[in-house]
């Protein structure tokens, strides 16, 4: 699943720099917004640590 989300991220990341992003197509990624804003503001803090953690190495 990981895998998946990562895979996913590039592509909106690619598309984010060359065009105007269309969440739509990325049905994982609203997802995964959608339960992050759910989670509390320290859970949020360690999903963002996760993913800059993540996305640094």
């Not at 339960?35 to 963002?48: C, G, P, S, T, Y």
């Amino acid at each position: 699943m990981s895998e998946k989300f990562d895979k996913r991220l590039e592509e909106v990341d690619e598309e984010y720099r060359t065009s105007i992003v269309d969440f739509s197509k990325y049905k994982l990624v609203m997802l995964t917004m959608a339960k992050i804003m759910e989670l509390d503001a320290e859970e949020q803090n360690k999903v963002a640590l996760f993913l800059f953690n993540s996305i640094k190495k």
